[in-house]
């Protein structure tokens, strides 16, 4: 698949694992619902369908409002992204590992 990272590689590349790769990926930033389904290949309306489980659960945070927009990030203080952000890098690592062996 087309820009495939090992994070879909290994956990599929639906709508939801797509978003958190991008959010993994970027976790320095903030950024609109737009920017974050254009970035990640989903589009808006999927997106919308499963954001607010993402919200109420804490895996994202809004950050601030510039204009109508609000933007989000991905909450590194919740044990549970730590985790992922954890495993992200594992599987990444591991890769490199087993290309240099």
Do not use: C, H
């Amino acid at each position: 698949m087309e820009n495939e990272t090992i994070f879909t590689e290994v956990f599929g590349s639906n709508p939801i694992m797509k978003v958190l790769d991008f959010l993994i990926s970027f976790q320095l930033f903030d950024y609109p619902l737009t920017e974050i389904a254009k970035n990640s290949g989903v589009s808006y309306s999927s997106l919308q369908t499963f954001w607010d489980r993402l919200v109420r659960n804490k895996i994202v945070i809004k950050t601030r409002r510039v204009g109508k927009s609000d933007l989000y990030k991905l909450n590194t203080n919740n044990p549970a992204v730590k985790q992922l952000i954890k495993l992200d890098w594992n599987l990444v690592t591991g890769v490199e590992q087993e290309v240099m062996n």
